[in-house]
């Protein structure tokens, strides 16, 4: 046998085996005959028209001469099908596109509609191959595609264009020129910007529609026919006026969906074609960080699919300079590649986080757009890339500072590595990997060593960890102590907030570090117990959020500067820089000041709502169209003064809720309440029990609670939590005009300041306690409120409910757990201290303060920045010696502190 | 003539339910010494008390001063939170004066 016919029946072998084209390659390996003498008689019989050759990467052979797919892409396996199968939102237009092209006899014409980029020249052509696939039109066809835009100037030149025209027809037709239309005679002719022809050109393409006949320009006699179909395409709007007579007359209209329109896994299919397009284009595959392909997914693409694409052809481009310059091992995209309009999209995760999660999940933190057709995108080794954790942070920062993103923006972005960091180790651990498989990847000393910390944790914290978490955290530890032995620093960007969100957490980590220095001898830095801290706290995963998870408020007067002075005054006096201003000149249009402040209100938002504090006329109108366009939660204060702003951001920074500062500010300040009028003013308590249906178990908590509870004025309201933010709104409703006292269902919630109660421990009894616990503390706090109206100048009851805020916001800062009985002397104390303060009264000597101050210098902070809102508030400076004196009341008696001492 | 001494930690709550309790334990005929002192001069002033009680920010001191204090048959007690919340002169002595006849 020669050896081109060894190929050639190796290629059909091969080809049967496999049910697909072959390779050359796949023939050297099969036959074991080099590579490119395989090639070189490959490419004999196709000359030979033995076989036939795909054009592609790799280049594909098959034994099948004749047009393979000619039946089968009537119905299934057109390059049309292909798109829909991918593209939910085009499956009705690929239909339509069908239909136009396989109506009988000869197909019919059709108009396409859509917005500049929704890809209408590309679907054009995809019914020219689908016409080409299906044998509607012969191989050959021809596909003639003009711009009705190009010559929209010179309506003549454009109808002499399409239609052919006669010598002498107008100034400069020179000569008798063939039409678009005669050229495209058996195929198609493709009319884009079709609304731009003249009124004339029009009812020339109307007649040739439906009769198949034309007349070029200026000739008189002559009739002309030609087979063509027509396929047109505009941007105007399919109800528009200039398209009133295209409609009537183009029998099939197909309207494309703009990117908006289609989801998320749409537009990663797009994502990924076409940076596939490009490394093909370059030949090498391209890495994309998670981060990028999310700013490709949510940023706003006005211009459509033709601007995704034109955006990433720069940004593979900019990632290919960078490769080549750095002589880096592989193309990466990372955020600094972006365009500046594209890295905005990553702001938006914050609505979108649950889609993208679902899109993303299975994707490792760097994604690769393989130069392979048949694996398409696999991911990088996983545990090679917590390694790299630290770098990443690292390398991000570097490059988002280069690329001028504001520091906030840079927060944002680095905290979504953050957070895929834990996803990765604590969300998405599939549960076959077991530790033993993870003995394979890490040594015993380090597995040994999260096993210990865990151990210590758990006793000192008082939780459970399960198997996730302790992979979790051996795989980072793992990594961090190559790291440190290598001695690479390391850096955590959100330690202070770790610090204080977390303080147990972060203790047990200090701690817990001396075991990792004993074990590997090593100095375990700061910066890393900060991360220790995450994986030993609950629900690591939601920093984020809760970090940012404050109220905004913003502040809007008229005037040149009135907002700017009054937060100004409020963020020095709190020392947090939260309020935010906008200021309205007086020859401001409220228009662009509402768009201003929407903006702002977008910006501000953290989930938790934003408070507008403004003083009058149209901007106390804002709220509630901010509210329903933005459905962010908005409200707002009118007459607003400077304490109130400042009372406003102190409760906004102890992260209270927005009903409760909005009511807080709205309530009246009455400084003297006499002796006869002291009846209850506040808010009526509630008790919420919760369960699925809201019928059952829930009726059932509120029938064992009334029971037990025996009071008349706490009410119990029964709710569903089938959705769970529909709950959540609901609760936020009762909030309005009730103090929630406690929910008690079956199912865990969290919502902030509200006391959370199993349905076992209401059973139990344990829970019922809980409950009458909160009930006397709550009448308790009340009737001292009211008793002390007589003793000092301030208003007592706001004055108790203040210092309750600071002393919960304090006990939790420090991480102490302090009985209600002490945060009563605590709070009285308090009051008395203000009290004197306010009378000009000297502060109170604090013995040994130096040493004090010397210890405690930490705690101290902590006392002080809670303070701060407090003595701004309420107009007095509470001294060093003051300060002290409460630092150490909650120090001594916390829990958790005495039991060191 | 019974001597009660009010701790609390400024020595500044306490003063005003000083003022309390001694016009409760006259509307009541007790004959009673009532001091406040803070903290740090506690134990200067607890000598031939009759009885001790602590403000309820000072509770941490409880467990030292009954050690220190017992000994001598001096009984000490934190002031009932509400009571004290609510500067409520009258119970506060009547706490006390229990102390003392217990003793």
Do not use: W
């Amino acid at each position: 046998m020669k050896a081109v016919e060894q190929i050639y029946q190796a290629l059909i072998m091969l080809e049967q085996k496999v049910n697909r084209a072959v390779s050359a390659n796949e023939i050297s390996l099969a036959i074991n005959v080099d590579r490119a003498n395989v090639s070189r008689y490959l490419n004999r019989l196709y000359e030979e028209k033995k076989i036939a050759k795909l054009e592609g990467r790799p280049v594909l052979f098959h034994s099948d001469k004749s047009e393979p797919q000619q039946i089968s892409a009537i119905d299934g396996d057109s390059s049309l099908d292909r798109i829909a199968a991918i593209q939910s939102s085009m499956q009705t237009p690929i239909q339509q596109a069908k239909a136009a092209i396989l109506y009988p006899p000869k197909g019919i014409h059709t108009l396409i509609l859509g917005e500049t980029g929704v890809g209408k020249s590309m679907f054009a052509e995809l019914m020219y191959q689908f016409a080409k696939e299906s044998g509607a039109v012969r191989e050959n066809a021809p596909f003639i595609r003009f711009n009705c835009a190009d010559y929209a100037e010179n309506s003549q030149l454009l109808v002499s264009q399409i239609f052919g025209v006669k010598k002498g027809a107008y100034t400069g037709a020179d000569k008798d020129r063939e039409g678009l239309i005669s050229k495209a005679d058996g195929g198609f002719l493709f009319l884009d910007e079709v609304h731009r022809l003249s009124p004339q050109g029009q009812e020339m393409l109307f007649t040739f529609i439906d009769k198949g006949l034309f007349r070029p320009l200026g000739d008189t006699e002559k009739t002309l026919s030609a087979e063509v179909r027509i396929i047109a395409a505009t941007t105007e709007q399919p109800q528009s006026y200039l398209l009133n007579t295209f409609t009537r007359r183009i029998p099939m209209l197909i309207e494309l969906p703009n990117l908006k329109a289609r989801d998320l896994t749409e537009r990663y299919y797009l994502i990924e074609l076409f940076i596939k397009q490009e490394s093909r284009r370059i030949g090498k595959s391209i890495y994309a960080e998670k981060n990028s392909i999310i700013a490709f997914l949510l940023y706003d693409c006005p211009n459509n699919i033709g601007q995704l694409k034109s955006d990433i052809q720069l940004t593979c481009a900019k990632s290919f300079v960078n490769y080549k310059a750095k002589k880096a091992d592989s193309i990466l995209i990372t955020s600094s590649d972006l365009p500046q309009h594209v890295r905005k999209g990553m702001m938006q995760i914050q609505e979108h986080r649950d889609s993208i999660e679902f899109l993303l999940k299975s994707k490792s933190p760097t994604i690769k757009f393989s130069l392979n057709q048949e694996q398409s995108y696999e991911e990088v080794n996983d545990i090679q890339l917590n390694e790299d954790f630290y770098d990443i942070i690292e390398r991000k920062l570097e490059s988002l500072k280069n690329s001028g993103m504001k520091n906030e923006e840079i927060s944002y972005a680095i905290n979504l590595d953050i957070e895929a960091h834990f996803k990765k180790y604590l969300g998405d651990i599939p549960n076959r990997m077991q530790s033993k498989d993870l003995s394979k990847l890490i040594n015993s000393e380090i597995m040994t060593a999260a096993e210990e910390v865990l151990k210590f944790a758990e006793q000192r914290l008082q939780r459970k960890y399960d198997e996730k978490i302790y992979i979790g955290l051996a795989l980072h530890l793992h990594g961090f102590v190559e790291r440190i032995k290598k001695g690479v620093k390391i850096y955590h960007p959100k330690l202070n907030m770790i610090r204080v969100d977390y303080p147990e957490g972060f203790m047990a980590a200090m701690e817990a570090a001396k075991i990792l220095d004993g074990t590997f001898n090593i100095h375990t830095p700061l910066d890393e117990i900060g991360y220790i801290a995450m994986f030993l706290s609950p629900k690591p995963v939601e920093i984020s959020r809760h970090e940012k998870s404050c109220v905004g408020i913003l502040v809007m007067m008229h005037g040149n500067s009135t907002a700017s002075s009054m937060a100004e005054v409020c963020n020095a006096m709190i020392g947090v820089n939260h309020a935010i201003a906008l200021d309205m000149p007086i020859s401001m249009n409220p228009k662009v000041m509402y768009e201003l402040a929407k903006e702002k209100v977008i910006q501000l938002d953290t989930g938790r709502g934003v408070l507008l504090l403004v003083d009058m006329g149209s901007l106390t109108s804002f709220g509630q169209m901010l509210q329903e366009e933005t459905g962010i939660m908005v409200k707002t204060i009118e007459m607003t003064s400077t304490p109130m702003v400042i009372d406003a951001c102190r409760k906004a920074v102890l992260s209270r809720d927005i009903h409760y500062i909005y009511d807080s500010l709205r309530t009246p300040v009455v400084h003297h309440v006499s002796e006869g009028s002291q009846e209850q003013t506040g808010k009526t308590g509630i008790i919420i029990t919760a369960c699925f249906t809201g019928e059952g178990a829930s009726e059932r908590l509120k029938h064992i609670l009334e029971e037990s509870l025996r009071t008349e004025n706490i009410e119990i309201v029964p709710l569903n939590i089938m959705n769970k933010r529909e709950f959540i709104n609901k609760v936020e409703q009762l909030r309005e005009k009730h103090k929630i006292l406690a929910i008690a269902s079956t199912i865990d919630i969290e919502i902030d300041e509200i006391p959370f109660i199993t349905a076992a421990q209401v059973l139990a009894g344990s829970g019922i306690d809980k409950i009458k616990d909160i009930l006397e503390t709550e009448g308790n706090y009340q009737k001292i409120a009211k008793s002390l109206n007589k003793h000092i100048k301030l208003d007592s009851e706001r004055l108790v409910e203040n210092l309750r805020d600071v002393l919960a916001a304090m006990e939790h800062r420090l991480g102490l757990y302090i009985k209600e009985e002490v945060k009563i002397g605590i709070v009285l104390h308090m009051c008395f201290l203000l009290d004197k303060l306010k009378a000009g009264g000297k502060e109170t000597f604090f013995e040994e303060l130096q040493d004090f101050v010397k210890q405690y210098s930490k705690e101290l902070a902590i006392v002080r920045s809670c303070l701060e809102g407090l003595g701004a508030q309420y107009e007095v400076r509470i001294g060093e010696h003051e300060e002290a004196y409460i630092c150490r009341m909650l120090l001594s008696n916390g829990d958790i502190l005495q039991e060191i001492v | 003539m019974e001597k009660i001494v009010l701790v609390c930690s400024a020595g500044m709550s306490t003063s005003l339910l000083v003022n309390k309790m001694k016009d409760a334990a006259k509307k009541q005929g007790i004959e009673a010494e009532i001091i406040a002192v803070p903290e740090v001069d506690a134990k200067q002033n607890t000598n031939g008390t009759d009885v001790v009680l602590l403000a309820p920010q000072v509770r941490y001191l409880l467990n030292k001063m009954k050690q220190e204090l017992e000994p001598q048959g001096i009984p000490v007690a934190v002031i009932e939170s509400i009571n004290y919340g609510m500067m409520n002169g009258e119970a506060v002595i009547r706490q006390a004066m229990e102390l003392i006849k217990n003793k």
